[in-house]
């Protein structure tokens, strides 16, 4: 599959944009270009497609704006990004009020995709933008992020928002089209890596150091690479220094592509099975079980008892009338909530808690069957 191909397959796209390409070698927005890069992810979107943006851009243009020269120091940059992300937010929001779509900011930490409470509270945040027609603009919390708990690039938070989304392609948009067997600037022998099915050693071996204006680089790059092949998404790392880089893609302009190893909704129920340690059960009655192996959601009404003491977003195992177990999912209720709405129906969640909820216990995009 050549990258057009995959650009025009992909269902939900996170598109990463570098600080490179977004700023000025003196230090402002290329509003033109990023005009046109708006132009290509509305045409996205009149395709049917959904679109997240991961964005860099703040610490540069803070450091800029309060006359802070480049510095390790990470007080300044936290200064810096807490300057700059209003700026940047208000060139993205420009960029889509041409064409009357909403721009919404997160700004995510370490945790915020490492912790499963907090890693559903984004992707509950994310769902809604997108059912509502917004554009979300992510970018890392760098104001508040330390050293030791932070991603230091957004190449690799990109990966975690793909993740997090169940993207089925993200889109690394680069100042070069792609990975090359050496440093094409140092090596005039140096070939382009059009595929790459796995990001083995060797393959990271290729890849120069972190360089230009931004944080990354082609090796945090295929990081970023590995990262969501493993969670069942598509790469592709592309030049954008095309005033519609999208477009260019789509009309054949060269990229690298890293294969996905399975589809991302394969990887993440696989995760919620092999991976994760159930917290508690949830024995649910005879009707639930046969709703569960049709494909439904859990629903409060269908379950019997429940068993241990967790916190919301963790992994519980679903017991069938014998004491089986039946399936395993990601509750959407902490314990004691969960008690209290246990055989009801879901009209009365409000009532039972005293605040409205999610409708199911444990929604079926978070539920895997497991085999008898």
């Given at each position: 599959m050549n990258p057009a191909a995959l650009l025009s397959s992909a269902r939900r796209v996170v598109v990463k944009v570098g600080s490179s390409l977004l700023i000025q070698a003196e230090g402002g927005v290329r509003a033109a270009w990023l005009a046109g890069l708006a132009d290509d992810i509305v045409a996205l979107r009149r395709a049917g497609k959904e679109v997240v943006v991961v964005s860099s851009g703040a610490v540069a243009l803070g450091r800029r704006h309060l006359g802070l020269k480049p510095s390790a120091r990470l007080d300044h940059k936290q200064a810096a990004a807490a300057a700059g992300q209003t700026m940047l937010m208000q060139a993205w929001e420009t960029a889509f009020s041409a064409h009357e779509i909403p721009t919404a900011q997160l700004l995510l930490t370490f945790?915020?995709?490492?912790?499963?409470?907090?890693?559903?509270n984004a992707r509950a945040t994310i769902a809604v933008l997108l059912a509502q027609g917004a554009l979300p603009v992510i970018n890392e919390n760098d104001s508040v992020a330390t050293d030791e708990l932070r991603y230091g690039d957004n190449d690799r938070l990109s990966a975690r928002v793909a993740q997090m989304v169940k993207a089925d392609l993200l889109l690394l948009l680069s100042d070069v089209d792609g990975l090359y067997s050496a440093d094409p600037a140092?090596?005039?022998?140096?070939?382009?890596?059009?595929?790459?099915?796995?990001v083995t050693d060797a393959v990271a071996a290729m890849a120069g150091p972190a360089s230009g204006v931004g944080s990354g680089g082609m090796r945090s790059k295929l990081v970023a690479a590995r990262i969501a092949s493993g969670a069942g998404c598509a790469t592709l790392i592309a030049s954008g220094r095309e005033d519609h880089p999208i477009e260019a893609l789509a009309g054949g302009a060269r990229a690298t592509m890293v294969a996905a190893q399975g589809s991302a909704a394969g990887a993440y129920k696989q995760w919620i099975a092999g991976t994760l340690k159930p917290a508690g059960s949830l024995a649910v009655d005879?009707?639930?079980?046969?709703?569960?192996?049709?494909?439904?959601?859990?629903?409060?009404?269908?379950i019997v008892s429940v068993t241990g003491a967790f916190e919301r977003g963790v992994c519980l195992s679903i017991l069938d009338p014998d004491g089986r177990e039946l399936a395993r999912g990601i509750s959407a209720y902490n314990s004691e909530e969960a008690r209290a709405i246990a055989g009801h129906a879901t009209s009365r969640i409000e009532e039972l808690l005293g605040y409205g909820g999610p409708d199911a216990l444990i929604h079926r995009d978070d539920l895997v069957m497991l085999a008898r």
């Open positions: 945790d915020d995709t490492e912790q499963r409470r907090r890693w559903l140092r090596d005039e022998g140096a070939t382009h890596i059009p595929q790459v099915a796995e005879a009707g639930a079980a046969k709703a569960l192996a049709g494909g439904k959601s859990l629903l409060p009404a269908g």
